[in-house]
């Protein structure tokens, strides 16, 4: 799948750098990106985006220094200078593209006012589809981050063709700072995301038995709302062997999915004698019970997709079709597309995307807490309105 990466904003700038790292790395031309923002700073801080690739927007307002967590300003921003940020769009190519993913951290103001914007435009000129990876903050980030975040998704669901959530929440270690986390988390979104888009890509080993291309992920992903992705990593051949092909940086997942935490997810020898049928199903199960990129209530989504990365020798077309089965048994939908996508690897990888949630604890959490900071805002006019026209009649009756 050809995905253009649009970066917005210091999060989604960073995400897009390392998603282009990875394809270098492996030698890849499936990705290309942009980065925006406000602030000069965050721009010179990224590696492999090329310099004529870095769009600043908002120097008249706010002379490269960002728009700080106004997201109000973010967005007017992004709408002042939509027809700059297309051009740069043009400039780099988008002929043969299949998808946009916009990038952003929704706590902030850049990514999370632009974001929405840029979606909005993005579908009203291209025929591809437009997606949005967005990041929610951890409740310990801040009161106005989670405002910023529960204002900018509410827009950008109904922008964007599909809202793919990471909560950062969800996946910061006990006693570990939210600032600390950013590089292993980007690292978590990189690698899932990373294998899901690169479905169909011709390897090697050649194409999978079931190919995943780019638009059975389309399909999957129409419904719009959002959606969550699962993944699970086993190994595939004895770990002293696997070990000394990760580090060594040969096959697909030594540069792109690397090996697992070992307390987070345990590591399964599927060489052994086991069937290799129930070992896939049981890494698909695990994908999908396991930590999702948003928690949330897997039997409420509509639509699924299963896709099963590694060696050709560890592949089993019974294992993806009945791992397909199990998980249209455990969702609301009935649609649940998958297939299996060789590499060079000393890893076996289960992605389950899970389409256009219905329930989700985080999110439900966000809207409500937006809700009341709108009551909040509407009691506090109320009160500077009765306080004005107390100080306005006192006169009148001394």
């Known amino acids: 799948m050809r995905v253009f990466f649009i970066g917005f904003g210091q999060a989604g700038g960073k995400l897009v750098d390392m998603f ?15 980065a925006i923002n406000t602030a000069r700073t965050d721009l010179m801080g990224i590696r492999y985006i090329p310099m004529e690739d870095r769009l600043l927007i908002g120097q008249t307002m706010v002379k490269g220094h960002g728009v700080g967590t106004d997201n109000v300003t ?34 902030g103001g850049t990514g999370s006012g632009g974001a929405p914007v840029l979606c909005r435009h993005l579908k009203r000129i291209y025929k591809e589809p437009v997606y949005a990876l967005g990041i929610i ?4 980030e801040g009161r106005l981050y989670s405002l910023n975040a529960a204002r900018s998704l509410s827009t950008l669901v109904n922008e964007a063709d599909n809202v793919i959530v990471f909560d950062n929440s969800a996946w910061k270690n006990d006693g570990e700072s939210v600032k600390s986390a950013y590089e292993r988390l980007n690292e978590e979104i990189v690698r899932r995301f990373g294998v899901l888009f690169r479905a169909g890509e011709v390897s090697k080993y050649g194409v999978g038995e079931m190919v ?34 990760s ?35 049981g890494l698909v199960r695990r994908a999908m019970l396991g930590r999702l990129t948003l928690p949330c209530d897997y039997s409420t989504a509509e639509r699924g997709l299963v896709l099963v990365a590694g060696p050709p020798s560890e592949l089993d077309r019974k294992g993806v079709e009945k791992s397909k089965s199990w998980v249209e048994e455990n969702i609301a939908g009935v649609e649940v597309r998958g297939g299996d996508y060789p590499v060079d690897s000393g890893y076996v990888a289960a992605v389950v995307l899970l389409a256009t949630i219905g329930n989700a604890p985080r999110i439900r959490e966000l ?28 006169p009148l009756f001394e």
């Open 212 to 245: 995943v291309d780019s638009s059975e992920i389309i399909n999957t992903l129409r419904g719009g709302g959002i959606s969550s992705v699962g993944y699970a990593i086993s190994e595939a051949i004895p770990r002293s062997q696997a070990s000394k092909q």
């Open 137 to 140: 903050p951890a409740p310990e």
């Open 20 to 34: 282009l790292a990875q394809d270098r790395k492996l030698g890849s031309t499936s990705f290309r990106g942009i």
């Open 74 to 107: 973010g967005a007017k921003v992004a709408a002042d200078e939509i027809d700059t940020i297309i051009s740069a769009v043009d400039r780099r190519g988008t002929h043969d593209v299949d998808a946009f993913v916009v990038c952003a951290g929704l706590g």
């Open 247 to 281: 580090s060594s940086g040969k096959g697909l997942f030594g540069g792109l999915i690397g090996k697992k935490d070992k307390k987070n997810e345990p590591h399964v020898d599927i060489a052994s004698g086991e069937d290799k049928s129930a070992k896939i199903i």
């Open 367 to 394: 809207m409500e807490l937006a809700k009341e900071a709108k009551e909040e805002v509407v009691k506090s006019r109320e009160r500077s309105v009765n306080t004005m026209f107390e100080d306005a009649i006192d």
